[in-house]
Every structure is written in structure tokens, then in C-alpha cells.
């Protein structure tokens, strides 16, 4: 568990595993949205929900996210 800060302003609090955002995390980025869920190997996957302010208005969206993997197998 640990935290990033992004020289762009968005921030990361969660779970690391081999320096990548692994787990549950979440992501605060500079333009008020924030994501809270889980991560495998630094991509948003799984559960999570995604809240956002646009216009005056809070958007809430709860995604399931699922990593699609390219290559061939052994």
C-alpha cells in the first residue's frame, strides 16, 4: 500500500505490486474526477466506480472492467 503523485496533479492511493498499481487504488485526478476500485498490472480493471463533475452536475458510474489479452498461448 502507497501512494503516487503525478506531475500533472492526479494522485494515486492504493495497492503496488512490482512498482505498478495493483488492487484496490484510488485515483484522484486533477480535474476532480475520481475512480475508486480495482487495478491489475496499472490498468483499471474489475469493479470499480468512476465519479465525475461536469457542468455543474455529479456523475456517478459503477463499470465492471475487464482486460482483454492479446498473443498466443503456451
Known amino acids: 500500500t502507497g501512494s503516487m503523485a503525478y506531475g500533472d496533479g492526479d ?3 492504493g ?3 512490482r512498482n505498478m498499481k495493483h ?4 485515483y484522484q ?3 476532480g474526477s ?3 476500485g480495482e ?3 496499472n490498468e ?3 469493479l470499480g466506480k468512476y465519479k465525475s ?3 455543474g452536475k455529479t456523475i456517478v458510474m459503477v463499470m465492471v472492467l475487464v482486460m482483454v489479452l492479446e498473443g498466443v498461448g503456451v
Open 11 to 13: 494522485f494515486y492511493d
Open 15 to 17: 495497492h503496488f505490486h
Open 23 to 26: 488492487g484496490s487504488g484510488v
Open 29 to 31: 485526478f486533477a480535474n
Open 34 to 36: 475520481v475512480y475508486d
Open 39 to 41: 487495478y491489475c498490472q
Open 44 to 46: 483499471m480493471h474489475g
Open 53 to 55: 463533475h461536469q457542468g
